[in-house]
């Protein structure tokens, strides 16, 4: 291998001054952007994990299990603490085109905090509400605009806020988190904006040093696309950059999708390396060079790596469990190479990745208003952790249902609406990473014109399967997996009636209830046994009925749907008593 390309960097380092705030603001921020922490419940289910499978006691005595930090982060490796990341600005004044602002967006919750929006005041801002401006002069701060300002819990809602005009029904509050703004030099620094860089990081990085025969590998098409396949070896470092600005936070998890950041993030720390410059996973980094010399850039972070600490007496060795598995860049993004030899060779822009992360973050807060205006508000007090019987019962029927009103040629905006409900539903189990495909199916047949019917139902079928998984994992009652997989049964049942419906009979397969079931109807017996027989029933006369024409079809449809609801409210019904 080369001789690693070190440079000195030399400017302007941004960061969010979280040492510098009050613990009342502390709690505000944290509240507004709950990822910022990560989640220690998941860390707690997963160390329970591996302490129930006696792998301690197996090692005997030679392996300690230590739980790890809440929140992976990118390209740190183990054990590697908060407070290194940094967005490389242009000036004193902190202006970083708002790389800031796009990577704190992704710590937002809108389960809890509702429409939030951030706004880098580095440069001043001007904010059009209705028809009144509001200009907020330069400061070295972030805005928060609080939309929904009732969901703070009380004691926040003491802090002094700037009230704005109302937008809808409400004020709108505006609060400013400081940041600090320091000019470093740091030595021994890896920075990606270079092409000789890039290059060695290439020829480096692009085979892993260590892998394990037989493991399981995992290929990420996006954040809710995952496929047990072994991804490919990239070819360029514009082939990495799918895995480089992933979506996920922290990169990934350090088990799949993650592995190559957190091995090259311990490889650089224990070669010396004091900083990575990299390419934000938020903005729209873009580095332009001109006849070789680099004359502007956006988008771009540092990890300081010097003095980071280590387990003292372990030695360690890195494993990429599945290398570049990201083989896609996010939805909507592209990627812009000047060709070799012009002027402007060298460097590259991703466009779109900030419109696509807005459309996410929109599309669940529309999601949730759909869902809590069918079913409520999933909690009163603090955050659930599992969904009801009646709402898992709902999550199984709407992974499905979405594509029976596709099939049934409903307008595309009533199929997306179905979409939402489910994801909406979903979001705040934690589950989004799961329902979120259905919104990209939803857009390969609408948007994209991709209508191959057996991968779309494989698409819900894997919905449903990932989701009753987790609910078996996660907890004790057995019946809210089942209930779930009762749900997609009878709506998938009703989809392939749907799809009769526009088929001659005498041509087509009919479907039959005992080989599409995946659940024991009687085991579900919180439906009460007059409903299971009605059930039982209604299979069993259905498939006879699917042999007499349209108006029988359209019959067991509009009885299927009788007994969903009623299932449904039944459940509920329970809940409530």
């Given amino acids: 291998m080369k001789p690693i390309p070190w440079r000195t960097f030399k400017g302007y380092l941004k960061q969010h001054a979280h040492q510098d705030l009050t613990p009342l603001e502390r709690e505000l921020f944290e509240f507004l952007f709950p990822r910022f922490q990560g989640d220690p419940s998941s860390l707690e289910h997963a160390h329970n994990k591996w302490i129930e499978s006696g792998i301690e006691e197996k090692s005997g005595g030679l392996l300690t299990l230590l739980k790890g930090d809440p929140r992976n982060r990118r390209f740190g490796g183990l054990n590697f603490p908060r407070g290194r990341y940094f967005s490389l600005a242009e000036d004193s004044t902190g202006d970083d085109k708002q790389t800031l602002a796009h990577e704190l967006r992704a710590y937002r919750d809108p389960v809890s905090a509702g429409l939030v929006e951030v706004m880098d005041l580095a440069r001043g801002c001007a904010l059009k509400i209705k028809e009144e401006w509001i200009h907020l002069d330069p400061k070295p701060a972030i805005a928060v605009l609080i939309h929904e300002f009732q969901r703070l819990p009380e004691r926040l809602q003491k802090i002094d806020f700037e009230l704005l005009p109302a937008l809808e029904d409400a004020p709108l509050r505006l609060y400013r988190f400081p940041y600090t703004v320091k000019q470093r030099t740091i030595k021994h620094t890896l920075d990606l904006r270079f092409p000789d860089v890039q290059a060695w990081f290439f020829r480096a990085f692009r085979v892993p040093a260590h892998h394990l025969e037989g493991w399981d590998f995992t290929t990420a098409y996006s954040r809710f696309h995952l496929e047990d396949e072994k991804p490919p070896t990239p070819m360029s470092f514009s082939e990495m950059l799918p895995t480089l600005v992933n979506p996920d936070l922290g990169g990934g998890n350090p088990g799949t999708t993650g592995s190559t950041l957190w091995s090259i993030g311990?490889?650089?720390?224990?070669?010396?390396?004091?900083?990575?410059?990299?390419?934000?996973?938020?903005?729209?980094?873009?580095?332009?060079?001109?006849?070789?010399?680099?004359?502007?850039?956006?988008?771009?972070?540092?990890?300081?790596?010097?003095?980071?600490?280590?387990?003292?007496?372990?030695?360690?060795?890195?494993?990429?469990?599945?290398?570049?598995?990201?083989?896609?860049?996010?939805?909507?993004?592209?990627?812009?190479?000047?060709?070799?030899?012009?002027?402007?060779?060298?460097?590259?822009?991703?466009?779109?990745?900030?419109?696509?992360?807005?459309?996410?973050?929109?599309?669940?807060?529309?999601?949730?208003?759909?869902?809590?205006?069918?079913?409520?508000?999933?909690?009163?007090?603090?955050?659930?952790?599992?969904?009801?019987?009646?709402?898992?019962?709902?999550?199984?029927?709407?992974?499905?249902?979405?594509?029976?009103?596709?099939?049934?040629?409903?307008?595309?905006?009533?199929?997306?609406?179905?979409?939402?409900?489910?994801?909406?539903?979903?979001?705040?189990?934690?589950?989004?990473?799961?329902?979120?495909?259905?919104?990209?199916?939803?857009?390969?047949?609408?948007?994209?014109?991709?209508?191959?019917?057996?991968?779309?139902?494989?698409?819900?079928?894997?919905?449903?399967?990932?989701?009753?998984?987790?609910?078996?994992?996660?907890?004790?009652?057995?019946?809210?997996?089942?209930?779930?997989?009762?749900?997609?049964?009878?709506?998938?049942?009703?989809?392939?009636?749907?799809?009769?419906?526009?088929?001659?009979?005498?041509?087509?397969?009919?479907?039959?209830?005992?080989?599409?079931v995946t659940v024991n109807l009687r085991q579900c017996m919180e439906l009460g046994d007059d409903l299971l027989d009605e059930l039982e029933a209604f299979y069993t006369r259905g498939a006879e009925s699917l042999r007499q024409g349209p108006q029988s079809i359209r019959s067991v449809l509009q009885s299927g749907e009788v007994l969903v609801n009623r299932a449904y409210h039944r459940l509920r019904r329970d809940e409530d008593h």
């Fill in 266 to 516: 311990l490889w650089l720390r224990h070669n010396g390396c004091a900083a990575l410059i990299y390419p934000s996973a938020r903005a729209e980094a873009s580095v332009i060079f001109d006849e070789g010399l680099l004359v502007g850039w956006t988008g771009w972070n540092l990890v300081f790596y010097k003095g980071s600490p280590y387990l003292r007496g372990v030695k360690y060795f890195r494993i990429d469990h599945s290398p570049w598995a990201w083989v896609k860049l996010p939805d909507g993004v592209q990627l812009y190479v000047p060709a070799k030899g012009t002027k402007y060779s060298g460097g590259f822009a991703l466009f779109g990745m900030v419109d696509h992360s807005a459309k996410d973050y929109l599309g669940q807060i529309q999601a949730l208003k759909i869902a809590r205006r069918v079913y409520g508000m999933e909690t009163e007090h603090g955050k659930p952790v599992v969904p009801s019987s009646s709402r898992s019962f709902m999550i199984g029927v709407l992974t499905v249902r979405w594509l029976r009103l596709a099939f049934e040629q409903s307008p595309a905006d009533k199929v997306r609406e179905a979409v939402l409900e489910l994801v909406g539903l979903t979001l705040p189990y934690g589950l989004y990473n799961i329902s979120g495909r259905a919104v990209e199916l939803w857009s390969d047949l609408y948007e994209k014109g991709v209508s191959d019917t057996g991968r779309l139902m494989s698409g819900c079928l894997g919905i449903t399967q990932r989701i009753s998984n987790w609910l078996s994992e996660r907890h004790s009652r057995e019946d809210l997996a089942r209930l779930l997989l009762l749900g997609y049964d009878i709506e998938f049942f009703l989809m392939g009636a749907s799809i009769l419906l526009r088929r001659s009979p005498k041509d087509s397969a009919i479907p039959d209830p005992a080989s599409m």
